[in-house]
């Protein structure tokens, strides 16, 4: 009976810590840190009739900050850029890094971007080629 | 030095978890194991949710994960107010050097108390020490006399209309009697205790009082203190008992 209470009573303390440990946990996790993560990106609502002549970054650095525990969550489940190339021109055209879209929590502030810069060059389609899509 | 500039960080972090942990173990040792148990998991498993639902940004979640811990504080203290209110009076509980002086009352209260058990006669006296009894009997009729042998021993007689309740001791002087007592909760305590036996533990798990109770059946006098039980007592062991837990200031 005596060995039952002891084991309970360890039981309970065991619990209390994990407890204790728990909630500093969640309040730590809660205090704001800045991480560098390295995004893919990819190009979204290109104009039909253009074409991209220059080869886009694979990957941006991105510098964010905010809660600990949600700069946890890129890790977990990934994360990728998009850039909107809605209005894109022939010719060359730079695009701000930090307008793209990271996907990021809305808590988390994007605070810098390598490059800042993306640089990319479109032309017009030849209006005789055919699309491949359709063959 | 620059050490613990440099990991003045660590140092608090640590700090605070032991602190955050070391309350909780504490507030937790207030409860009973069971339950203590009960509570701690669940507790865990709420702040665990609330982890989760940050993590995976699941707002509604959060926000009822958050509003039940938010709650639980309030929600624990009306559930275990007993409990808590036990602990405290614990905590106020005097710790000094008991006081083996002999006095008058004790004589008298002995004398009664085997007499009543000689005759098989039921009996509950309550003698207070440093916290106060009040807010826990229920009835009573006030007397306001001085203790004495006859007194008690009128007072517990089968015919009496207060003889079903118990004699309060205070400062020396009997203030009440016919009160009843809170019962025990204890889970654990013998079923073959009467009601008797289970008031006299009940308030000797809230308060510091001495409680004495004769048996109706068996004429066995008992001492409860903090929720303990000393059985079997005769005259002089009773006498000697009384002597070292209740202190001269006590009956003043």
Not at chain 2, 43 to 66: I, K, P, Q
Not at chain 2, 127 to 145: C, F, K, P
Request: charged letters at 20%; proline letters at 4%; glycine letters at 6%.
């Amino acid at each position: 009976m005596s060995e039952i209470k002891d084991a309970e009573e360890v039981k309970v303390r065991l619990l209390a810590l994990l407890l204790g440990g728990l909630i500093w946990l969640a309040l730590t996790l809660e205090r704001p840190s800045e991480m560098r993560l390295l995004i893919p990106m990819g190009l979204d609502h290109l104009p039909s009739g253009l074409q991209l002549t220059s080869t886009p970054p694979r990957n941006v650095e991105v510098t964010v900050v905010g809660p600990r525990i949600l700069l946890l969550r890129p890790f977990l489940m990934g994360v990728h850029g998009s850039l909107d190339l809605t209005g894109a021109q022939p010719g060359p055209m730079s695009f701000n890094a930090r307008e793209c879209s990271y996907q990021l929590d809305r808590e988390l502030k994007v605070v810098r971007v390598a490059p800042a810069v993306l640089r990319l060059e479109f032309s017009r389609k030849n209006p005789g080629a055919s699309d491949p899509g359709h063959q | 030095m620059t050490f613990l500039l440099q990991n003045i960080g660590v140092l608090q972090d640590l700090l605070d978890l032991s602190l955050t942990a070391l309350i909780i173990v504490r507030l937790s040792r207030l409860m009973k194991t069971v339950l203590a148990l009960r509570i701690l998991a669940a507790l865990s498993a709420l702040v665990v949710g609330h982890l989760l639902a940050r993590l995976l940004s699941l707002e509604t979640v959060r926000l009822l994960f958050d509003t039940f811990l938010a709650s639980s504080v309030v929600v624990l203290a009306v559930i275990f107010q007993t409990d808590i209110r036990r602990a405290f009076a614990a905590l106020i509980r005097s710790r000094a050097v008991k006081d083996i002086e002999m006095s008058d009352l004790i004589d008298e209260l002995v004398f009664a108390v085997g007499g009543l058990s000689e005759k098989r006669i039921g009996a509950l006296i309550v003698i207070e020490r440093s916290i106060q009894v009040d807010s826990y009997l229920a009835v009573g009729t006030e007397i306001d006399a001085k203790v004495t042998s006859e007194l008690i021993s009128s007072i517990f007689l089968p015919y009496s209309p207060i003889h079903d309740g118990a004699v309060i001791i205070q400062h020396g002087k009997l203030t009440r009697a016919g009160c009843f007592l809170p019962l025990t909760q204890n889970l654990e305590v013998s079923k073959s205790l009467g009601t008797r036996h289970r008031a006299a533990m009940g308030l000797s798990e809230l308060v510091d009082a001495v409680v004495i109770v004769v048996s109706e059946e068996t004429g066995a006098v008992s001492v409860f203190v903090n929720g303990k039980r000393t059985t079997n007592l005769d005259p002089p062991a009773l006498g000697k008992l009384l002597r070292r837990l209740v202190e001269q200031r006590w009956l003043k």
